[in-house]
């Protein structure tokens, strides 16, 4: 199990990056951990992964606590930070068995270890070439190598597809969804689609606080209406009967609601001229929903008001 309880982290005075966070997952398989730049995702990575102590509360994994145990916790887990570069002046050979060797590996078992995983990841064609000169999704795929390598069973990834192409993307999903199979992947995205594909249980952060945990279909059952309507120009609207209104980070406002409530908006909307569209909540819909509380009522009318 991986335990956090209460955690705080404060970088400067009164500025929290980690708002007395807690959850309590199984650690197997894969956990991604949602939110939008600046939520807290890589300060709790970083506490969990036993590179920064935390402000207040505390955590564990396996029994092991991340301030007290975290000698004997660095020898199950591995880490690939946000910023992790693979060191352009060296080949992914030289790399990943020095990094073995540090572990503790003899360069034999290094070099061995290092062989199999290039072969499984299906880049060993690229063993030898300096890795400032591979590609992004195949640098990447590198340092997942490098975690992969090594003996840990606890593989902390922060944000490991930002930047990649969409068949990077889908490669490194594939090694994902083998690893998992004895590992535990703890692994941060921006995207609920990744986490959908990739994650047993996944967590919504905002603003340094658990917002959501659960399935993906948990998730979705947090959402009360499974329509939506955008509304695409800038005119006054209906209030719904049943429903929330949205405020969408391009000012567009979005109404959801049930299907029935949806249609006679429509109807109402194209009578009146004004451009939407309609669609089944996404799982961006979703996040949104989640991580954003619905608007004040500035913007819309009563129905006696307008009818
Ligand atoms: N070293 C630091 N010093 C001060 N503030 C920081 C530091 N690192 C992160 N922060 C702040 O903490 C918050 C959370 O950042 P971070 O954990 O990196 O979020 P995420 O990984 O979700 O983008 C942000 O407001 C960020 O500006
Ligand atoms: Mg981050």
Redo the contacts with the bound molecule.
């Keep these: 199990m991986l335990n956090v309880r209460n955690v705080t982290k404060e970088?400067?005075p009164g500025?929290k990056?980690l708002k007395s966070f807690s959850m309590s997952i199984p650690a197997k398989g894969i956990f991604a951990l949602i939110?939008?730049?600046?939520?807290?995702?890589?300060?709790?990575i970083r506490i969990l992964a036993t590179q920064m102590a935390l402000t207040a509360g505390s955590a564990d994994l396996n029994g092991l606590n991340v301030i007290k145990d975290a000698d004997e916790l660095r020898e199950i887990i591995a880490c690939v930070p946000?910023e992790g570069r693979a060191v352009g002046w060296l080949t992914p050979r030289q790399f990943v068995v020095s990094y073995l060797m540090w572990r503790g590996f003899t360069r034999k078992d290094a070099t061995a270890r290092f062989e199999k995983v290039l072969k499984e990841l299906n880049i060993n064609r690229y063993a030898d070439t300096l890795n400032r000169l591979l590609s992004g999704g195949t640098k990447r795929k590198v340092l997942v190598g490098m975690v992969m390598s090594s003996e840990a069973k606890v593989l902390f990834l922060?944000e490991p597809t930002t930047g990649l192409d969409p068949i990077s993307r889908h490669e490194l999903w594939n090694t994902l969804m083998k690893l998992k199979k004895d590992h535990f992947i703890f692994l941060?995205t921006h995207y609920l689609e990744e986490a959908e594909v990739l994650a047993d249980n996944i967590g919504i952060?905002e603003d340094?606080r658990l917002m959501a945990l659960g399935t993906i279909s948990d998730l979705r059952r947090k959402v009360k209406y499974p329509y939506s309507i955008k509304i695409l120009s800038d005119k006054r609207f209906t209030k719904p009967k049943k429903g929330d209104i949205i405020k969408g980070v391009d000012g567009h406002y979005q109404i959801v609601t049930t299907e029935k409530e949806a249609r006679r908006i429509s109807r109402q909307l194209i009578d009146k001229k004004v451009r939407f569209s309609m669609n089944p909540l996404t799982l961006d819909d979703i996040f949104y929903y989640i991580v954003k509380k619905p608007i004040a009522e500035e913007n819309y009318v009563n129905e006696e008001e307008h009818y």
């Design positions: 970088y400067e500025k990056a939110g939008r730049n600046g939520a807290g995702k890589t300060t709790l946000q922060d941060t952060i340094g």
